[in-house]
């Protein structure tokens, strides 16, 4: 029997792309650039908890741990929640353990939209929230946050809220842009989600990488929040285990209730030898923290040097560890292009802007740099991108 063509294709998959930072990072291999493109760390996990995690598995947790989290880490999930942020979280009947905060957001919009519902996600925005939306059967509705502080346009962001609104996504601190939402931008949100009876679900993954004294706050502590919140969380970042794919979800009782049944069956539960070993994760002291920052600082610092060297206007991060760039002026026609040209010519692999937006060309002047790297991965950066400095200003002689 001959087959139609895409008949074996989903409709609700039918405009995916590839991800274009993986996509990027196999170019990267492929001409050894030096990879400031997926936002993984190149430095080594803290030792304490690679230590928790040899224990874990040595000691037996090798079985599935209750779907949504074993009970240790729920436990230490909620502490961390009342010793940071003063809010009560029931370990028991308010949190879903998942894998990484990638499941956590599309098991939550699985959990709350129906098709045709509308999800208002702000843009630039971390790539996965459009097929997330998609996926869920859910309508995305675009607003913009614009450079150089990334500020929205409060009408506007109303004017994307409409009967048919079942939740905004936000991130902060944001990738790519590195903004931190406000006390006061996150009032209007919630306002508006009270307003409308929508839900705001938050990606919160980049929470202690702040900067110039930036404050994070979970919009879940906001008057009138607590029960239209849905928290997404992640060890990812805050402990360098990309790959260990442990986060979680805070919700409501009853908004938990769904989010675990389509976790449950989307994955079963993250690896339980990685939850014992988050139990010790957040029981690290608070200095653990001061001394994430403090290495992204500088981190920060030296890449916004080689960058403004190397002729790249910043948008100066207040949180999480990208640069977003203008690279108005290198004269290339798209940021596809110029990072081509980037990984080919400088050995240098970055994210072009387009990949954060939803029409291309509203990213084609920006490329995303990533900094959870090692000082020596910056410095060669830098020196790679001198040359590229330096053939730019060649041709436009
Ligand atoms: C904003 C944001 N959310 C989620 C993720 C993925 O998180 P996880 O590794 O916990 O699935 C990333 C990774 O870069 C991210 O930047």
Known sequence: MK???GRFRSRRTADFTESVIRETTRLAIQHGAVNLAQGMPDFSTPEELKGAARRAVSEDFNQYAITWGAKPFREAIAAKYRRWYGVDVDPEREITVC???TESMIASLLAVTDPGDEVVIFEPFYENYGPDAKLSGAVPRFVKLRPPDWSFDPDELRAAFGPRTKAIVLNTPNNPTGKVFSRQ?????A???QEFDALAITDEIYEHILYDGAQHIPILTL????RRSILVNSMSKTYSVTGWRVGWVVAAPN???TIRKVHDFLTVGAAAPLQQAGVV????PESYYGQLAADYRARRESILAVLEAAGFACYRPRGAYYVMTDIGGFGFPDDVTFV??????AGVAVVPGSSFFADPRDGARMVRFCFCKKYETLKEAGIRLQRLARSASRASR
Request: charged fraction near 20%; include cysteine; charge should be negative.
């Open 255 to 257: 908004l938990t209730d």
């Open 99 to 101: 894998c990484g905060a």
């Open 191 to 193: 306002g508006l989600c």
């Open 185 to 189: 931008e996150l009032e209007f949100v």
């Open 281 to 284: 994760a957040l029981s690290l």
């Open 223 to 226: 008057p009138g929040m607590r």
């Open 3 to 5: 087959h139609t063509a």
């Open 340 to 345: 081509r040209h980037m990984i080919e010519t």
